[in-house]
């Protein structure tokens, strides 16, 4: 993190970041990871998030502070920085908090001494330490560089402190043991931090120095952070929210322009290093509005790196270029799932059966739910389903955007988180809306592309410079009888390689190589190899084929009553139909994966629906067992009865 922040020093460029602290309610976790999705599309630098020492800071509760620094490393993709403080805390404790910390992919801190419980003396423990610059000390004794550091500088005096003095002394202190650099405690007024500055350069500290900025928010906030920061508010400050304290949205709209004219006028001192940190209070607004009035988003729209989503910053996934397409709708599920691996692919997929894929029986984890209430999946999936139209209107609600039957837009589906559907799938909204009112219930798909500029607005992912490839692919659910017409339709299409699986996976036929995956998007760029970065596995498939299923019922099935009639419709389809990818190999020419399917749909099916799942057992084992198994698929369908 310090080399990105001096880096931006050097370039003379603007930044932000975002302080957080752990709600008490999981409920309240779950609402504050969306948030911190929301605001992360603005490109903080990093967020950090408080240490809260009566919450069980280090356990595993969702609203412990490293169980939320974590979430918000492997799942929302921020830089994160976690406060630690050494209050009423052994060295032995904050000994195994860092190595906790470690493990789960933490590289940042913010070494805080910490407050004393309300009402209490503060008073060191014999085994622990006194001040912050002891933690410090601790933290690069036992980590060495491991760590980026940052420390709490005061522009108004810790209210501690014996002097102004004394203080800054303290600070330099703190920066000689290790600190890398330094945010402010809240102030208000711009002539308080420039001085601090100054006076900070005058006696040798040299890190950065980011000024903390909190928003007036309420009348009650303002006066529960002035007792805990002890600072005075400023008579111009109070005067202009006097005659408004009632109204809250008058108050928030002046906090917002105080801060703006706070950061400009840093800003415009040239003494600041253009980089600002907002204390939230777990709000939105306010913030969001200064940071767009304050100058300080991006002009530049922030390009995709790879075309799925990086949800993840742990450092050990930074090399990470290659996953199944499976998941590219439920990123977090695949970090979660892979998160024990030591190893990702790097370059080429390789082999998917080892390291294993985790199991995923936790749906319930506050970071992998649907964000959503009960009432609003309702609205959405339907108070009641009779029928397979009803689903596949559901389905086709959400591809098209349009109002569901019930006139309700359908924003997420059990297999695509909200925000996940990428902008590519508009060219083929048509063609996928049309399939899903005819009972094709597609999870996941893509048009093809032939050598587009990678930084194309739609298709666009990577360097500058470079070009990029797909092939088409669609995954969906479908009818066994159905299914049974798709078989014998591809058998005159051998650029199509397809994969059909059923829950048990008693019925499990491909026409592909079993260990060799099969790559469905790719890069060429200035100055590196071919990037494939997106793949299908027929290993992975039958790892995300468990997933897939169980998803009927732990996020639809589940919101009615176990027997009704709406469960039943979905239990029906979770345990009768096949899941089933395709993809035409065939890339440089219009795809004809639509049209199949159409015809699939047109095709009466003459066969009984048990003799078809005999055959399809039938023709698996073979499959399963083959190391050219394309060849024997090709054979074994041309003995398949008509």
Request: glycine content about 6%; proline content about 5%.
């Given at each position: 993190?310090?080399?990105?922040?001096?880096?931006?020093?050097?370039?003379?460029?603007?930044?932000?970041?975002?302080?957080?602290?752990?709600?008490?309610?999981?409920?309240?976790?779950?609402?504050?990871?969306?948030?911190?999705?929301?605001?992360?599309?603005?490109?903080?630098?990093?967020?950090?998030?408080?240490?809260?020492?009566?919450?069980?800071?280090?356990?595993?509760?969702?609203?412990?502070?490293?169980?939320?620094?974590?979430?918000?490393?492997?799942?929302?993709?921020?830089?994160?920085?976690?406060?630690?403080?050494?209050?009423?805390?052994?060295?032995?404790?904050?000994?195994?908090?860092?190595?906790?910390?470690?493990?789960?992919?933490?590289?940042?801190?913010?070494?805080?001494?910490?407050?004393?419980?309300?009402?209490?003396?503060?008073?060191a423990r014999e085994d622990g330490f006194a001040y912050a610059v002891e933690l410090v000390q601790f933290i690069r004794q036992e980590f060495g560089s491991y760590f980026t550091i940052c420390v709490a500088g005061y522009p108004n005096k810790h209210p501690e402190a014996n002097s102004y003095?004394?203080?800054?002394?303290?600070?330099?202190?703190?920066?000689?043991?290790?600190?890398?650099?330094?945010?402010?405690?809240?102030?208000?007024?711009?002539?308080?931090?420039?001085?601090?500055?100054?006076?900070?350069?005058?006696?040798?500290?040299?890190?950065?120095?980011?000024?903390?900025?909190?928003?007036?928010?309420?009348?009650?906030?303002?006066?529960?952070?002035?007792?805990?920061?002890?600072?005075?508010?400023?008579?111009?400050?109070?005067?202009?929210?006097?005659?408004?304290?009632?109204?809250?949205?008058?108050?928030?709209?002046?906090?917002?322009?105080?801060?703006?004219?706070?950061?400009?006028?840093?800003?415009?001192?040239?003494?600041?290093?253009?980089?600002?940190?907002?204390?939230?209070?777990?709000?939105?607004?306010?913030?969001?509005?200064?940071?767009?009035?304050?100058?300080?988003?991006?002009?530049?729209?922030?390009?995709?790196?790879?075309?799925?989503?990086?949800?993840?910053?742990?450092?050990?996934?930074?090399?990470?270029?290659?996953?199944?397409?499976?998941?590219?709708?439920?990123?977090?599920?695949?970090?979660?799932?892979?998160?024990?691996?030591?190893?990702?692919?790097?370059?080429?997929?390789?082999?998917?059966?080892?390291?294993?894929?985790?199991?995923?029986?936790?749906?319930?984890?506050?970071?992998?739910?649907?964000?959503?209430?009960?009432?609003?999946?309702?609205?959405?999936?339907?108070?009641?389903?009779?029928?397979?139209?009803?689903?596949?209107?559901?389905?086709?609600?959400?591809?098209?955007?349009?109002?569901?039957?019930?006139?309700?837009?359908?924003?997420?589906?059990?297999?695509?988180?909200?925000?996940?559907?990428?902008?590519?799938?508009?060219?083929?909204?048509?063609?996928?809306?049309?399939?899903?009112?005819?009972?094709?219930?597609?999870?996941?798909?893509?048009?093809?592309?032939?050598?587009?500029?990678?930084?194309?607005?739609?298709?666009?992912?990577?360097?500058?410079?470079?070009?990029?490839?797909?092939?088409?692919?669609?995954?969906?659910?479908?009818?066994?009888?159905?299914?049974?017409?798709?078989?014998?339709?591809?058998?005159?299409?051998?650029?199509?390689?397809?994969?059909?699986?059923?829950?048990?996976?008693?019925?499990?036929?491909?026409?592909?190589?079993?260990?060799i995956p099969t790559a469905v998007t790719w890069g060429v760029f200035i100055g590196k190899e071919i990037i494939q970065p997106t793949v299908v596995d027929p290993e992975a498939f039958s790892v995300w084929k468990d997933e897939a299923f169980a998803l009927w019922y732990e996020n639809w099935?589940?919101?009615?009553?176990?027997?009704?009639?709406?469960?039943?419709?979905?239990?029906?389809?979770?345990?009768?139909?096949?899941?089933?990818?395709?993809?035409?190999?065939?890339?440089?020419?219009?795809?004809?994966?639509?049209?199949?399917?159409?015809?699939?749909?047109?095709?009466?099916?003459?066969?009984?629906?048990?003799?078809?799942?005999?055959?399809?057992?039938?023709?698996?084992?073979?499959?399963?067992?083959?190391?050219?198994?394309?060849?024997?698929?090709?054979?074994?369908?041309?003995?398949?009865?008509?």
């Amino acid at each position: 993190l310090i080399d990105k922040i001096n880096s931006l020093i050097s370039n003379g460029e603007k930044w932000f970041s975002f302080e957080f602290f752990p709600p008490r309610t999981t409920a309240g976790a779950a609402n504050l990871i969306n948030r911190f999705e929301t605001m992360n599309k603005t490109g903080p630098l990093f967020c950090d998030i408080t240490w809260h020492e009566a919450g069980n800071p280090t356990s595993d509760k969702p609203t412990s502070s490293m169980k939320i620094a974590e979430t918000m490393i492997h799942y929302c993709g921020l830089e994160t920085v976690l406060h630690i403080t050494c209050c009423n805390s052994s060295k032995e404790t904050i000994r195994d908090c860092l190595n906790r910390a470690k493990a789960c992919g933490i590289r940042n801190l913010v070494a805080l001494r910490g407050d004393p419980p309300v009402g209490k003396q503060w008073k060191a423990r014999e085994d622990g330490f006194a001040y912050a610059v002891e933690l410090v000390q601790f933290i690069r004794q036992e980590f060495g560089s491991y760590f980026t550091i940052c420390v709490a500088g005061y522009p108004n005096k810790h209210p501690e402190a014996n002097s102004y003095e004394a203080d800054l002394q303290n600070l330099k202190n703190k920066v000689d043991a290790g600190a890398d650099f330094i945010i402010t405690q809240l102030f208000f007024k711009a002539k308080d931090f420039i001085n601090f500055v100054k006076d900070c350069r005058q006696i040798g500290i040299t890190v950065p120095i980011i000024p903390g900025i909190m928003p007036i928010q309420s009348y009650s906030s303002l006066r529960s952070l002035v007792k805990l920061s002890g600072l005075d508010v400023p008579a111009d400050i109070q005067g202009a929210i006097e005659p408004i304290k009632e109204d809250d949205r008058l108050i928030r709209s002046y906090g917002i322009s105080q801060a703006v004219s706070l950061i400009r006028e840093i800003f415009s001192s040239g003494i600041c290093d253009r980089g600002v940190h907002f204390y939230t209070l777990n709000r939105e607004y306010a913030t969001m509005e200064i940071v767009k009035e304050a100058g300080l988003l991006s002009v530049d729209p922030i390009s995709r790196t790879l075309p799925w989503k990086h949800c993840s910053t742990d450092y050990r996934r930074a090399s990470e270029e290659v996953r199944p397409i499976f998941w590219s709708l439920r990123p977090k599920s695949y970090v979660h799932r892979t998160r024990e691996w030591d190893d990702f692919p790097n370059g080429r997929w390789g082999d998917s059966r080892s390291p294993a894929f985790g199991l995923l029986t936790d749906y319930h984890l506050f970071y992998l739910k649907q964000n959503c209430s009960h009432k609003d999946l309702l609205s959405m999936y339907g108070e009641t389903v009779e029928s397979l139209r009803d689903v596949g209107d559901t389905f086709s609600s959400f591809i098209s955007g349009t109002l569901n039957r019930n006139g309700h837009h359908v924003t997420m589906l059990p297999w695509c988180e909200k925000g996940a559907l990428q902008p590519e799938t508009e060219c083929i909204s048509d063609r996928l809306s049309s399939l899903n009112c005819r009972g094709v219930l597609t999870i996941n798909s893509q048009p093809n592309i032939n050598c587009v500029d990678s930084s194309d607005n739609i298709y666009g992912w990577g360097a500058p410079g470079g070009y990029v490839f797909q092939k088409a692919y669609v995954e969906f659910f479908v009818s066994i009888p159905n299914a049974w017409n798709l078989l014998s339709i591809l058998k005159q299409h051998p650029r199509i390689t397809y994969h059909f699986i059923d829950k048990t996976g008693s019925v499990d036929v491909t026409n592909m190589h079993r260990n060799i995956p099969t790559a469905v998007t790719w890069g060429v760029f200035i100055g590196k190899e071919i990037i494939q970065p997106t793949v299908v596995d027929p290993e992975a498939f039958s790892v995300w084929k468990d997933e897939a299923f169980a998803l009927w019922y732990e996020n639809w099935g589940n919101l009615y009553e176990d027997g009704s009639p709406s469960w039943q419709v979905i239990s029906d389809i979770a345990e009768n139909f096949l899941l089933v990818n395709l993809v035409d190999n065939d890339f440089p020419n219009k795809t004809i994966l639509w049209d199949i399917l159409e015809q699939m749909l047109d095709t009466e099916c003459l066969s009984n629906e048990s003799d078809i799942i005999d055959s399809l057992v039938s023709i698996s084992t073979p499959f399963k067992s083959q190391t050219l198994s394309r060849n024997i698929s090709a054979q074994q369908l041309e003995e398949m009865p008509s």
